[in-house]
């Protein structure tokens, strides 16, 4: 894929989770995907495969926040197989609370899909929000 299809694909994911559209996202998603949180916080780790990533991250998600979060993207740069994101995250807990996070997300696409994640965020805000 050409750097332009790779950005264009990982714009188009990140999208998915902003309109809810959670088939759409994990359709983008390589069956092996790995997913990295740096930090200390609850979701610190590494998780891989779809079915492991669903389990320990977005069912906790759900638990926790009202409406899924939407993700505006301040800058994309791609070179290669290589995407990264700056955003903001833009969601409130089912009490209430904002959760409203910064991220840098690095991506590394293969195959036309989003095979690896990096990413980096605010950990004291996590902990504060979903807990150790």
Not at 102 to 115: E, H, L
Request: with cysteine; glycine share 10%; proline share 2%.
């Amino acid at each position: 894929m050409s750097v332009e299809a790779n950005k264009q694909l990982v714009l188009d994911t990140w999208g998915a989770v902003t309109k809810g559209d959670i088939d759409g996202f994990m359709s983008r998603l390589a069956d092996d995907v790995t997913w990295t949180f740096f930090g200390s916080h609850c979701f610190a780790g590494t998780f891989r495969g779809k079915d492991e990533l669903v389990a320990k991250l977005f069912a906790p998600l759900g638990e926790v926040l009202a409406d899924g979060i939407k993700v505006h993207v301040d800058t994309v740069t791609a070179e290669g197989e290589r995407v990264v994101l700056e955003a903001r995250g833009e969601a409130s807990t089912k009490d209430g609370r904002p959760y409203n996070n910064n991220y840098c997300i690095v991506v590394t696409v293969r195959d036309n899909k989003v095979a690896h994640v990096r990413e980096y965020l605010d950990a004291e805000l996590v902990t504060s929000v979903f807990g150790k």
